[in-house]
Structure formats: structure tokens, C-alpha cells
């Protein structure tokens, strides 16, 4: 086969997910040809439904079998250096699911491994590829709303039910779920953050993480951001990004993120205000094959993906300087005290 050989490690929920966007988006540059899951049963059962031909129910194996040149990486959060530092030896690319590490200093040290050894390193971060942000972007980067001021956004919906791993997680809303929110807004502001004040709850006994995050992200261009993601919406769901310019405002609303269908309001202060419904069948599972294709294509041409675990480090840092401040009762944690 021509392009590069994908092998998935970690064939639970989200891997279906994965495989189908691949399959749609990226096929010209990559194909997957192996599969790896500690879990026999769950290997077998994936790599049947979907014909891979090569199995492995250990990732050093896979590593060293020498059939992959890109791993997406699909494991529960604490299942990361055993994987990235052997693959990148032996010079393989990687998408990693978010989180990227348990911590900053993990991201950190798989950054520096990848640099060293030429390696392509991203982070599915792939809500950055829907349709409506990659809008927002456009309309941003044309000028027409002038200079970022304000970026919130919000997401409260009933997510009650958790179970598995993610009912054991201490860092569970943040790090889990609204990492995404955080990874969209410091990607639109455009610069490092300078200091992170966040309120968390812990609502759901069931569980050991929190389930409520109130934020506020200073970042170094004076562009201020906020975000609360509430799991205790129970009857009414909600997404909202909005941006305040000082030429307008965009606002992109949706009942949740992962949805296919958005509406993006446009409204410029010197021109036409503007609204535009998007409705892609499919569009989460659609922006996982654009993130696979994007990191394939960047290694391809050796350029730094947009979705890189370099500028990864600055979700991290948000997301460790928030927690710090949570645990400090919501005081203002400064990103130079955790780097
Ligand atoms: N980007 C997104 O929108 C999104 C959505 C859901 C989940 N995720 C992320 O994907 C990852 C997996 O989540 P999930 O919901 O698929 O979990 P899951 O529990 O459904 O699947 C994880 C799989 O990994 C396997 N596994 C565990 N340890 C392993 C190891 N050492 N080697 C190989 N396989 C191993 C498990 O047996 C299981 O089959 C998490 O990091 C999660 O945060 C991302």
C-alpha cells in the first residue's frame, strides 16, 4: 500500500469513532493495519468489524513489529509514556487522545522526546476541525471583526451517567471534557496564557472527579476568556463560543459541541450582519478523520500541525493552573508558578 500505515492503540468507544473518520477523510494519505488493546476480546471484536490484519494485545509489540508509521493513540488517560517514548524511538508519528498527559510535565516530556527524535506529535484535539470554528477562523483571520477582546464558552448539559475509568478519574470535567473548550479558546486567542482562576464542583457522588468547572484564562494579549461546563443541565442543553472583537461579534450556538448541526451568527459593526446554519451528517466522527489527515499530511511535508503537542503545552498549562486554583478555592494561579 502507499501512504503511511495507521495502527490504533486502544480499541474501546471512541476508536470506532476514530477508524470511521479516517476511513472518510484521510484515506489518500494513510490506512490503518493494526490494531492493539490489552483486552482480547475487545481487539478481536474491533479489528473483525472493521478487517485489520494485524493484532496485538501489547503496544511494545506493535511498536517493534515494524507495520506502523503513525499510532493514534486511544487509551484511558494514565495509559500514555509506555507508549509515546518507545513509538517515538523507533521514529513513529503519533495522534494522541486528549488529554495529552495526566499532567503538564508529562506533555512536556513527550514534546521534548518527539523534537529530539523528528517526530510528529499532535493532540486529537479534533472539535478544532468542526465546521463552525473552522468558520469563526476564517472570518477572524480576514479581519472583518477586528482585534479578539473576549472569548467565552460555554457548555451545560446532563451528563450524569458516568461509568469505567472515567468514574475512578480525581481530574475528571477538566481534563476529560472541557479541555476541548479550553483548547478552542486558547487556539482563537492566539497567545500563551498568563494566569487561570477556576471554580470546580463535585456534585456527583457516583463519582471521584469534579463535575462543574467555572474559568477564567488571562492571556499574555490581554485577550480574556471564560468558560463554565456544567454536567448538571439536566433538562436543557446548551453550547455556546462567542467572540467580542472591536470591529463585532461571532457566536456559534449549538445543543452540544459534538453535534452535527450549528448556527454561526455573524455581526460586524460596518457591514451585514449574517447568520449561517451548518449541518454535516456525521461531523464529529468527520473532524476525527481531518485531525488523522492533518497530522499525516504535516509529518508528510515535516511543517508543525495545528494541532501540535507543542502548542498542546498551553492547554496543559490552563488545565493544571486551573485545577491549582480550584484546589486554592478559585484564586488566581499564575502559569509562571506550575511550568
Ligand atoms: N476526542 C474526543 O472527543 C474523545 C471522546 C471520547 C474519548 N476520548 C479519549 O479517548 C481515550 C479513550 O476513551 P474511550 O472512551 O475510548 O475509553 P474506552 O474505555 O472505551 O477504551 C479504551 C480502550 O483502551 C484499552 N487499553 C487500556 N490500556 C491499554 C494499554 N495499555 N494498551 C492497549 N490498550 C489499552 C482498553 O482495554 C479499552 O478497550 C481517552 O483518553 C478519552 O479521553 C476522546
Known amino acids: 500500500m502507499n501512504g503511511y500505515r495507521i495502527g490504533i492503540v486502544g480499541c474501546g468507544g471512541i476508536a470506532h469513532r476514530h477508524i470511521a473518520g479516517y476511513r472518510k477523510v484521510a484515506h489518500d494519505l494513510g ?6 488493546d490489552i483486552d482480547k476480546e ?31 493513540l486511544l487509551t484511558p488517560p494514565a495509559v500514555r509514556h509506555d507508549v509515546i517514548f518507545p513509538a517515538i524511538e523507533k521514529g513513529i508519528h503519533l495522534l494522541v ?36 470554528i473552522v468558520a469563526m477562523r476564517d472570518i477572524i483571520n480576514s479581519g472583518d471583526i477586528g482585534d479578539i477582546r473576549y472569548i467565552s464558552h460555554d457548555e451545560l448539559k446532563n451528563r450524569t451517567r458516568v461509568r469505567g475509568w472515567r468514574s475512578l478519574e480525581q481530574r475528571l470535567e477538566i481534563s476529560i471534557f472541557s479541555i476541548h473548550l479550553i483548547d478552542r479558546i486558547r487556539t482563537l486567542a492566539g497567545s500563551p496564557p498568563q494566569n487561570v482562576s477556576a471554580v470546580t464542583r463535585h456534585w456527583n457522588p457516583d463519582v471521584k472527579g469534579e463535575t462543574f468547572t467555572s474559568l477564567t484564562v488571562q492571556f499574555e494579549n490581554g485577550i480574556v476568556g471564560t468558560m463554565v461546563s456544567n454536567w448538571h443541565g439536566l433538562t436543557l442543553s446548551e453550547c455556546r463560543l462567542r467572540v467580542d472583537a472591536t470591529k463585532g461579534s461571532v457566536l456559534s ?3 452540544v459541541v459534538l453535534d452535527d448541526t450549528a448556527t454561526l451568527h455573524i455581526h460586524p459593526l460596518n457591514g451585514k450582519k449574517e447568520t449561517r446554519e451548518f449541518h454535516r451528517e456525521g461531523a464529529f466522527t468527520h473532524a476525527m478523520g481531518e485531525s488523522m489527515n492533518h497530522l499525516m499530511d504535516s509529518a508528510r511535508r515535516g511543517t508543525e500541525p495545528m494541532h ?32
Open 42 to 72: 475487545q481487539l478481536n471484536g474491533y479489528c473483525d468489524q472493521y478487517d485489520i490484519p494485524n493484532r496485538f494485545t501489547n503496544a511494545a509489540d506493535m511498536i517493534a513489529s515494524g507495520e506502523v508509521d503513525v499510532i493514534s
Open 97 to 132: 487522545e486528549k488529554p495529552f498527559g495526566e499532567t503538564l510535565c508529562d506533555a512536556v516530556s513527550f514534546v521534548e522526546a518527539a523534537e529530539k527524535a523528528g517526530v510528529t506529535l499532535a493532540v486529537n484535539h479534533q472539535l478544532g476541525f468542526m465546521e463552525d
Open 253 to 255: 450556538v449549538k445543543k
Open 308 to 339: 501540535s503537542g507543542r502548542g498542546n503545552l498551553y492547554t496543559m498549562q490552563i488545565v493544571d493552573a486551573a485545577y491549582l486554583s480550584a484546589q486554592r478555592g478559585g484564586q488566581m494561579v499564575e502559569v509562571a508558578e506550575i511550568k
Open 31 to 36: 490506512e490503518v493495519v493494526a490494531g492493539c
